[in-house]
């Protein structure tokens, strides 16, 4: 049975795309998917329930780069891929280190399986690390609060304690707190 894979792809060439498809099936996915040739279709087809982006590099509207910029920034536990036929080193370095998760020569697809699938395994630890992150935030926040609302109490005990003892001097009375007012 094939695995059901969602992705977005930004491809201007319906050749290559159909290359990337059939490499996909051939390693046991079954592909769902949205073609993109543009930043505004990319934006418009970009969500968090993706299970990874497939991207060209270099496209006449649209970069790679600005592709996996605009992942990073509205769905960053998204995984991206690169998939070129014009990519060097260098380039291809650039990419991994800003967070790219892989890149594929087009006529080197023999891998595009085990490399999505290390995408996706990718992925689903880093969502499992911005939920577990966001969760400890959260309990953070409460912490502050409660701590806020504990301080609180404590300069009221303390302000009523020097109330008593005011009290107390008034009436020739020993202080019933010791050390005296606070200062």
């Not at 982006?53 to 769905?75: E, I, N, Y």
């Not at 998204?78 to 998939?83: A, E, S, T």
């Not at 966001?134 to 300069?155: P, S, Y």
């Amino acid at each position: 049975m094939a695995e059901p894979l969602q992705f977005l792809m930004a491809e201007d060439n319906p050749d290559d795309a159909e290359l990337v498809l059939r490499a996909l099936r051939r390693s046991g996915f079954e592909p769902a998917y949205v073609r993109v040739e543009s930043e505004a279709e990319f934006l418009k087809s970009l969500h968090p329930g993706l299970d990874l982006v497939l991207s060209d590099f270099d496209m006449p509207q649209f970069t790679g780069l600005r592709a996996l910029q605009l992942t990073k920034l509205h769905c960053p536990a998204v995984p991206f891929i690169i998939v070129s036929g014009t990519i060097g080193e260098d380039t291809a370095v650039e990419a991994m280190r800003s967070g790219a998760v892989d890149y594929l020569m087009k006529d080197r697809l023999a891998r595009l399986g085990e490399a999505v699938r290390q995408a996706i395994a990718q992925g689903r630890l880093r969502r499992e690390n911005l939920q577990a992150e966001q969760k400890m935030r959260e309990q953070l926040a409460e912490l502050l609060r409660w701590q806020d609302v504990m301080l609180g109490r404590e300069d009221r005990v303390q302000h009523l304690k020097a109330e008593v003892n005011q009290l107390c001097a008034q009436l020739k009375l020993p202080p019933r707190y010791g050390g005296g007012p606070p200062a």
